[in-house]
């Protein structure tokens, strides 16, 4: 969200013909009933963006590409940061951030600063990522821990509430996860629970959804079936204790 408006940038599809990944920016102001086209961004196509607001701008770091086909190892990812203030023009603030490169990180506004968290390259355990990084503008980036505590994962949910930063659940070494942390510095973190969604194995564990704060105690998540971005699952949602 930016400004009350609802924007949407890159992506992929399943394709094996042409270039499945996307550089497109969209913008609606109605709840998503109308899109104003925003071009295309300078930056490479990409999926596994992290966005976020922050400073009165839209951040986006990091992602993969590749050819038509490409998935898993076929991919290269990326570690650059860009900024705009509108969607249509935007700026390179640095072309090799010092995180490592990679997709499906986390990037959320937390204590005034960008805290990027984990991600993958690649599908397999070893491939999997766990540190956090500050910045301060995007520009210059600081290690803030390589081990949090919580396992290394890819598609988690990271949200801000109240003077918490949570990570929910994602992905790792083959299993759905269905934890829950929290921190309030982002170096040290507790388990809140072990069983999100009233789950406690990994067969109704959930990784690549939609996090957010609903209100000050309620935490919606949205999940999506595979392969039907434009067809949205099932919404879950429930109290996060203070």
Not at 222 to 229: N, S
């Amino acid at each position: 969200m930016q400004n009350g408006c609802i924007v949407v940038a890159g992506g992929q599809k399943v394709s094996f013909v042409g270039n499945p990944y996307f550089n497109d920016v969209w913008k609606s102001c109605d709840g998503a009933k109308t899109w104003q086209s925003l071009g295309n961004a300078p930056w490479t196509t990409r999926a596994g963006i992290a966005f976020t607001e922050f400073d009165g701008k839209m951040i986006v770091a990091g992602g993969c590409y590749g050819e038509s086909g490409t998935s898993g190892q076929g991919r290269k990812f990326l570690n650059d940061v860009w900024a705009s203030a509108d969607g249509s023009q935007w700026e390179l603030i640095t072309a090799n951030a010092s995180w490592s490169a990679r997709s499906g990180a986390r990037l959320v506004v937390f204590g005034g600063k960008l805290f990027l968290v984990a991600g993958e390259v690649g599908f397999t355990p070893d491939t999997q990522d766990g540190d956090i990084w500050t910045s301060v503008d995007g520009k210059d980036w600081i290690l803030l821990t390589p081990t949090p505590g919580w396992s290394k994962r890819s598609g988690h949910g990271v949200v801000v509430a109240g003077n918490e930063l949570l990570v929910i659940a994602g992905w790792n070494n083959n299993k759905c996860l269905h934890d829950l942390w929290s921190s309030t510095d982002g170096r040290s973190w507790s388990l809140r629970s072990n069983s999100t969604w009233g789950c406690s194995s990994d067969s109704c564990g959930k990784f690549d959804f939609w996090s957010l704060v609903a209100n000050r105690f309620a935490i919606r998540t949205r999940m999506q079936e595979p392969g039907l971005a434009e067809r949205p699952g099932p919404a879950c949602s429930w109290l996060a204790a203070r």
